[in-house]
């Protein structure tokens, strides 16, 4: 296995006088795996009897992320006796008389909060420190007892006002921790055409987050590889309508407008054929959740389909239920959401037909929110938008 030159300086930190190492930036630019040998490393040649914590966003994300890699590492297996108890999250690893054990644990796991609580600690590496609730990891830091414990923290950037940048990268120094940031450059193994495809997969604030590694505000257009001339259609490609499959999604809202979207997954693109909007305030008239239930059935036609509703909307599921209509809450991950959608338009592969209209001019002005600290988008003129995530997200992951 070769390294770069900042993979070699986080190989090299264990033996240094810093207290821990944060290392952040770019996607697929070799934080997690050169960090996990190396923690591993130090915690094998420097303490005997001890305790170490992999966590990550959850125990499944560790055992993906950092064990089974960790594992496959032929030198490792041929240094080390390593014993792996999946279903108690434990590794145990020993070298003649030298024993330690590695317990995971995942920051969102509500059973990880109350058994990270017990234990007492020679080093923690926290895997996408910024996924996790500032209390686990506050409580994952004061396990650290042991005399000579190291923290080990990555992460992708978020927002700039995110609490782990604001007390951890920007207070790098004086809490002496080394800082490195990585770029797609630091992982040998990526070729230019890997990096390519992921340069092409991200568009927005999380090109420059996820890509360029940085720590950006979200501000101004959301959307902004969007424009009707790049995304919209007038003419549906050939067998769309037969062979494609059919999805309705739903914003209800009764004093806001209610927005009904027509889609096609159809040869791995998404077609928004047709959409339906009421705006109870421009029409003067707020209809009711049976009007709705009637309205919808008009749009869905002969062939029926699955309906995803906001997941908000108890009461129009209900009734929808109750007339037959097959429904689905559906799931309201924001940032998310968001993001894959930006994705998929910076693919070219979400069409939006020329007659959606109210749609393509939501999309048009739907914005960041720069009042907020945190990343959301403003709560305006968002119905087309919100249903066309509750589209976006009830996809499989492997379409990402
Ligand atoms: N020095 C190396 N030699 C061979 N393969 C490497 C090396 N460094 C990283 N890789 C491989 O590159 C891929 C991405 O690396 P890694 O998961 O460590 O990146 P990351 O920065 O943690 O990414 P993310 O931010 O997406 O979690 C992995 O498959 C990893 O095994
Ligand atoms: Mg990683």
């Known amino acids: 296995m070769e390294f770069s030159r900042q993979q070699k300086k986080v190989l090299r930190f264990p033996y240094s006088d810093y207290d821990g190492i944060i290392c952040d930036g770019a996607v697929r630019s070799g934080k997690t795996s050169v960090m996990s040998l190396s923690f591993f490393l130090w915690a094998m040649s420097c303490f005997q009897g001890c305790s170490f914590a992999f966590c990550g966003k959850s125990v499944g994300a560790v055992d993906r992320n950092i064990i089974t890699p960790l594992l496959s590492v032929q030198y490792l297996q041929e240094q080390f006796h390593i014993t792996y108890q999946r279903a108690n999250g434990c590794l145990i690893v020993s070298r003649g008389k030298r024993e330690n054990r590695f317990y995971l644990f995942g920051g969102k796991d509500e059973s990880s909060a109350s058994l990270i609580q017990g234990i007492t600690l020679a080093g923690v590496f926290l895997d996408e420190v910024a996924l996790m609730?500032?209390?686990?990891?506050?409580?994952?830091?004061?396990?650290?007892?042991?005399?000579?414990?190291?923290?080990?923290?990555?992460?992708?950037?978020?927002?700039?006002?995110?609490?782990?940048?604001?007390?951890?990268?920007?207070?790098?120094?004086?809490?002496?921790?080394?800082?490195?940031?990585?770029?797609?450059?630091?992982?040998?193994?990526?070729?230019?055409?890997?990096?390519?495809?992921?340069?092409?997969?991200?568009?927005?604030?999380?090109?420059?987050?996820?890509?360029?590694?940085?720590?950006?505000?979200?501000?101004?257009?959301?959307?902004?590889?969007?424009?009707?001339?790049?995304?919209?259609?007038?003419?549906?490609?050939?067998?769309?309508?037969?062979?494609?499959?059919?999805?309705?999604?739903?914003?209800?809202?009764?004093?806001?407008?209610?927005?009904?979207?027509?889609?096609?997954?159809?040869?791995?693109?998404?077609?928004?054929?047709?959409?339906?909007?009421?705006?109870?305030?421009?029409?003067?008239?707020?209809?009711?959740?049976?009007?709705?239930?009637?309205?919808?059935?008009?749009?869905?036609?002969?062939?029926?389909?699955?309906?995803?509703?906001?997941?908000?909307?108890?009461?129009?599921?209900?009734?929808?239920?109750?007339?037959?209509?097959?429904?689905?809450?559906?799931?309201?991950?924001?940032?998310?959401?968001?993001?894959?959608?930006?994705?998929?338009?910076?693919?070219?592969?979400?069409?939006?037909?020329?007659?959606?209209?109210?749609?393509?001019?939501e999309l048009g002005v739907y914005l960041w929110d720069n009042q907020s600290n945190t990343d959301r988008p403003v709560k305006e003129n968002d119905h087309g938008p919100d249903a066309l995530r509750y589209f976006v997200n009830s996809l499989a992951e492997w379409n990402f």
């Open 133 to 361: 609730p500032r209390s686990f990891v506050q409580q994952a830091l004061a396990r650290c007892s042991v005399t000579g414990a190291k923290l080990w923290f990555n992460c992708n950037p978020e927002n700039p006002m995110h609490w782990f940048r604001q007390e951890w990268i920007l207070k790098a120094q004086e809490k002496n921790m080394l800082h490195l940031h990585f770029t797609m450059e630091d992982n040998p193994a990526l070729d230019e055409k890997t990096r390519q495809k992921y340069h092409r997969l991200y568009s927005g604030i999380f090109y420059e987050r996820f890509i360029l590694g940085k720590w950006v505000m979200s501000e101004g257009l959301i959307y902004d590889c969007f424009s009707p001339s790049r995304q919209g259609y007038a003419i549906a490609p050939v067998g769309m309508a037969e062979q494609g499959s059919r999805t309705i999604s739903v914003d209800y809202g009764t004093v806001n407008p209610t927005v009904f979207l027509d889609i096609y997954d159809f040869d791995s693109q998404f077609y928004v054929a047709r959409e339906y909007r009421w705006d109870s305030r421009k029409e003067g008239r707020q209809k009711t959740d049976q009007e709705y239930v009637e309205d919808l059935c008009t749009f869905m036609g002969e062939t029926p389909c699955t309906v995803l509703v906001d997941p908000s909307a108890a009461s129009f599921i209900e009734a929808l239920r109750r007339n037959g209509v097959y429904v689905l809450p559906a799931q309201n991950e924001v940032l998310n959401g968001i993001r894959k959608t930006a994705s998929l338009f910076q693919q070219d592969r979400l069409h939006i037909h020329e007659s959606c209209t109210g749609l393509m001019d």
